[in-house]
């Protein structure tokens, strides 16, 4: 055990790479056709679960913006000034952060990678103790292992949240 514990850094700063391993989507949207059904559904689901939402303009106008919507051919947000709107040929992209997927997202990416780093690192170490293969070195890592990863994944997904990009195409 007390091997285990020299790699216990090295396994705490794998599990925040693979913690901090891009939890980001993009997707690109054509203006030219209108945006119905499932597409729509999923672009103000993800947008309005978003915080602080950004809208980037193709004159270069970054627009900060709640209750962000599509409807028809438009894009419509509410400001300070009141409800505002602009043609979707108009805007470059919309982006967003969902920080409960980020969690989500993190926890998973770094329960997986912890266990595996575990795992791996408990074999090596037990390896050391013993002088040969035993199989309770690897299954204290994986515990150990996939336990610090999913918690330090989950704080910093918390943190980092997951990003949504939609791009504007005007289909040319």
Known sequence: MFILARYQ?????????????????????????????????????????????????????????????????????????????????EVQRVTGKNHVNGMLEGFGLGLLGGALVGAGLGAVADGEATGHPNISGPVIGLVFGGTLGGLGGLIIGVIQGHTYTYEFSDGR
């Not at 949207?29 to 689901?45: C, D, K, M, Q």
Request: aromatic share 6%; proline share 2%.
């Open 9 to 89: 850094q090295a396994l705490l700063v794998s599990s925040i790479i693979v913690g901090l391993y891009g939890c980001t989507s993009t997707s690109t949207l054509n203006t030219s056709v209108a945006l119905t059904g499932r597409a729509e559904e999923v672009f103000h689901y993800q947008v309005q679960g978003s915080s602080n939402p950004a809208i980037q303009l193709r004159d270069g106008r970054n627009v900060k913006g709640g209750s962000i919507r599509i409807e028809r051919d438009s894009l419509f947000w509410d400001a300070d000034t009141g409800q505002m709107g602009v043609p979707l040929t």
